[in-house]
């Protein structure tokens, strides 16, 4: 890996998880410390750790200025007690999600299981296309999945298009999210209530002016 390549991986629902499959915040700070992935940074995780990380831990909307985040980069914060994944998706990577090879590999390329607001049910999942915003626990046994946004013959697997691997158990999804079938997890990544207070700053926790949306209504987490 590359030096510059910075730590990433990034309800009340009817499937959950077993309890003994889920882990604390911590561990998935360990794993996503662990996980390197091809231009992605860390600042978030960082950032937390200054006194505002009380009003994190309480659940209240975090702003997130997008500027810094460089095409092909991720950051990772923490909102809720959840990992928050958001990107900034290359040209590239978007015309990948809408080619007929990536379509083929997956579980629910429509977005139609409830794992995202109606404003994020689009081919892309969000509310822009070149910046994507994920809930980065692995809907398989709450992993934190790994991020790999270049597409790759070897690695981190064969024929990659680019997006996300579970190193848990093998689990795969895309740029945007979208789980491939035969893999272990059953649904898209979730994606949370977010809205663009300008340009370049979002508010995650908060959705967008005349929609309601909250986490406790999706299928899995």
Request: with cysteine; net charge neutral; glycine share 10%.
């Amino acid at each position: 890996m590359s030096s510059d390549a910075a730590t990433d991986s990034a309800s009340h629902g009817q499937h959950a998880p077993a309890e003994g499959g889920r882990r604390d915040f911590l561990s998935l700070v360990t794993a996503a410390t662990a996980a390197i992935g091809v231009g992605a940074v860390v600042w978030p995780f960082v950032d937390s750790m200054n006194p505002a990380a009380d009003t994190l831990a309480a659940g209240a909307p975090v702003d997130v200025d997008l500027s810094p985040i460089q095409p092909g980069q991720q950051i990772v914060l923490l909102w809720r007690g959840k990992p928050i994944l958001v990107q900034n998706r290359t040209p590239a990577a978007l015309k990948v999600l809408q080619s007929k090879e990536m379509l083929s590999r997956l579980s629910d390329p429509n977005s139609r299981v409830h794992q995202q607001p109606k404003y994020a049910t689009n081919w892309h999942r969000s509310i822009k296309p070149e910046f994507g915003v994920l809930v980065g626990i692995c809907t398989h046994l709450g992993c934190l999945p790994e991020y790999f946004p270049n597409p790759s013959k070897s690695v981190p697997v064969e024929n990659w298009l680019g997006g996300y691997l579970c190193p848990c158990h093998g689990s795969k999804y895309d740029i945007a999210g979208r789980v491939y079938s035969g893999v272990p997890a059953p649904y898209n990544l979730p994606v949370p209530p977010y809205t663009f207070i300008n340009d370049h700053t979002i508010t995650v926790g908060k959705n967008p002016a005349g929609h309601t949306f909250s986490l406790g209504g999706i299928v899995q987490i």
